[in-house]
């Protein structure tokens, strides 16, 4: 605990699920958060409730916005004065078929997932110090096809994430700021939940991976954890593949 102690965290898309567990794992450890979600109802009571421990603030911000964006980053210079930790966490998942997929399906999806981490990561710099991190949250979708899924758009945006991880930790490198992705495997979330009380659809999720079963919100937020701390100093550029075995075959 107090691992993070002092350090300044934004985390987008953090109103509920994965991105919520993350900024409460990161309050836990000591730092101040911003919470910035298109939800702003919800963004801020997660925000009342972390504020008992540290200072949380929520944020109104659509990350496809480059205004939104501006803005968002305007709010975190104003409360803080810089930023540590930066996860680009938000994301849509739109699903269709290929021949079903429009055009509309596809922008919308390529201007939140792959967008939105261009541009917090560009405002990013302005505030980040030497030592600063960045983590965007990708998916197994990025580098295998679940073809019961007909993640389209979403697996093509998941992809280019980890490779803007991989150009940004290079370019980035020379600033001092370490440039990381997560890629979560199938995790039960509040958005999942109903599609997971079907045993039958379950099982077959389930039986894909080695550990035969689901992943919770708190294990992705444990390795944003690691990638924030001193422990990860060195590690730059790298795809983590938080999936319980998943794209082991």
């Not at 938000?90 to 939105?116: H, P, S, Y």
């Not at 370019?171 to 109903?194: D, F, K």
């Amino acid at each position: 605990m107090n691992s993070l102690q002092g350090k300044v965290a934004l985390v987008t898309g953090a109103a509920q699920g994965i991105g919520k567990a993350i900024a409460e794992r990161l309050v836990d450890e000591g730092a101040e958060v911003v919470i910035a979600d298109v939800a702003l109802e919800r963004a801020s009571s997660v925000a009342r409730e972390l504020s008992i421990k540290r200072k949380t603030i929520a944020v109104k911000a659509d990350v496809s916005s480059s205004k939104d964006v501006r803005e968002l980053f305007s709010v975190v210079d104003r409360e803080f004065g810089r930023l540590d930790i930066l996860v680009n966490n938000a994301g849509i998942l739109l699903k269709g078929r290929f021949e079903e997929v429009t055009e509309e399906m596809w922008d919308r999806t390529m201007a939140v997932n792959l967008k939105g981490p261009f541009l917090c990561g560009k405002e990013a710099l302005r505030l980040m110090p030497k030592g600063g991190r960045i983590i965007n949250i990708t998916s197994i979708d990025g580098k295998v096809v679940y073809y019961h899924g007909h993640h389209v758009p979403y697996g093509v945006s998941k992809a280019g994430i980890i490779m803007l991880t991989k150009i940004m930790a290079v370019e980035l490198a020379s600033y001092g700021i370490n440039v990381n992705a997560i890629a979560p495997g199938v995790v039960r979330t509040e958005i999942s939940a109903g599609s997971m009380d079907d045993p039958a659809h379950l099982k077959e999720i389930t039986d894909e991976i080695p550990l035969g079963r689901l992943a919770s919100p708190e294990e992705i937020a444990g390795t944003v954890v690691f990638l924030s701390s001193k422990d990860a100093s060195y590690l730059t550029g790298s795809t983590i593949y938080v999936d319980g075995g998943w794209t082991t075959h």
